[in-house]
Nanobody
């Protein structure tokens, strides 16, 4: 069982930056691909960014490409999401999630952290 704990959310003005962190309990952290999902009120949860177990491969949704950067430290069992040039439409609850390497689904979820971007 992988336990995930997010931190770093908050209130920021449009154009500002935030850095989210997600600490994992799993000792074999590098064997999990990690994703940052977000869910805005009244909308479906969407995958914003993802990173492979080694960190060599990343994915970004078109809506965040060029503004968000996902990274990880396998030594610290932590994945990060650096969010720059934030927009009001980035307002959402952000969740980190873990997918076993070779698996097809994200099986483990954190509790979420609120990000609010004011205009």
């Amino acid at each position: 069982q992988v336990q995930l704990v997010e931190s770093g959310g908050g209130l920021v003005q449009a154009g500002g930056s935030l850095r989210l962190s997600c600490a994992a309990s799993e000792r074999t952290f590098s064997s999990y691909a990690m994703g940052w999902f977000r869910q805005a009120p009244g909308k479906e949860r969407e995958l914003a960014a993802a990173i492979s177990g080694s960190g060599s491969s990343t994915y970004y949704a078109d809506s965040v490409k060029g503004r968000f950067t996902i990274s990880r430290s396998n030594a610290k069992n932590t994945v990060y999401l650096q969010m720059n040039s934030l927009k009001p439409e980035d307002t959402a609850v952000y969740f980190c999630s873990a997918r076993p390497q070779g698996g097809t689904t994200y099986d483990y979820w954190g509790q979420g952290t609120q990000v609010t971007v004011s205009s």
